[in-house]
């Protein structure tokens, strides 16, 4: 069986106007391909510095992608894929 992918997010699937709130549009997109993201919440706030984002999923995060801001998914094959608009990209590709 295929692992799934891993989502990080801030700490909401907010449901905001449109254009949508990125993380809940990148986990959207990936459950309408059929995919079942391990969801990570990353508490914290992109554009504060590193040093106010400690967070266990903020750390992770910054180690993935160099950046601080969420959504990140990390595939099961590894690749990492930034942004809410790039992982809708994948996720339709991949479907």
């Not at 106010?52 to 995060?61: C, K």
Request: proline share 9%; hydrophobic share 40%.
């Amino acid at each position: 069986m295929a692992r799934e992918p891993t989502l990080y997010i801030c700490w909401g699937l907010f449901r905001t106007p449109p254009p949508g709130h990125p993380c809940r549009n990148a986990r959207d997109a990936l459950l309408e391909a059929g995919y079942r993201p391990t969801i990570v919440r990353c508490y914290g706030w992109g554009l504060l510095p590193p040093w106010l984002n400690r967070t266990r999923g903020r750390r992770e995060v910054r180690r993935l992608s160099g950046k601080d801001w969420v959504p990140v998914l990390v595939t099961a094959d590894g690749e990492t894929v930034t942004g809410g608009e790039a992982i809708a990209r994948w996720a339709s590709a991949a479907a």
